[in-house]
């Protein structure tokens, strides 16, 4: 059984840190491409990061870019989103996902496999 869990959520003041991580099970994720979204109170969920299965390619939303940093490690099947200067407007639920191919995705139609979320709460 395939499965994404992700960890690293919490509560942090504006202008803080986080670092979100995700450990897939279940098959080898080297050849995919990764991504992370989030899905904000009352909002639908919405593309953040994404790299591809080498680590070499990146692509993120304007929202984000030059706050988060999207790295993966291949020899443990682990994604991660390094999130500095956070802002109110980052709180969300944070998901990872497997994307169908080994490029980068920014799009949700182009994953297969989702993990349960964890939330993130910027306090102002």
């Known amino acids: 059984q395939v499965q994404l869990v992700e960890s690293g959520g919490g509560l942090v003041q504006a202008g803080g840190s986080l670092r979100l991580s995700c450990k897939g099970t279940?098959?080898?994720?080297?050849?995919?491409?990764m991504g992370w979204f989030r899905r904000a109170p009352g909002l639908e969920r919405e593309f953040v990061a994404t790299?591809?299965?080498?680590?070499?390619?990146?692509e993120y939303a304007d929202a984000v870019k030059g706050r988060f940093t999207i790295s993966r490690d291949n020899a443990e099947n682990m994604l991660y989103l390094e999130m500095n200067s956070l802002k109110p407007e980052d709180t969300a639920v944070y998901y990872c996902?497997?994307?169908?191919?080994?490029?980068?995705?920014?799009?949700?139609?182009?994953?297969?496999?989702w993990g349960q979320g964890t939330q993130v709460t910027i306090s102002s």
């Open positions: 996902a497997s994307a169908r191919g080994g490029g980068i995705a920014n799009r949700e139609a182009f994953y297969d496999y």
């Open positions: 790299i591809s299965f080498s680590g070499r390619t990146t």
């Open positions: 279940g098959r080898s994720f080297t050849a995919y491409g």
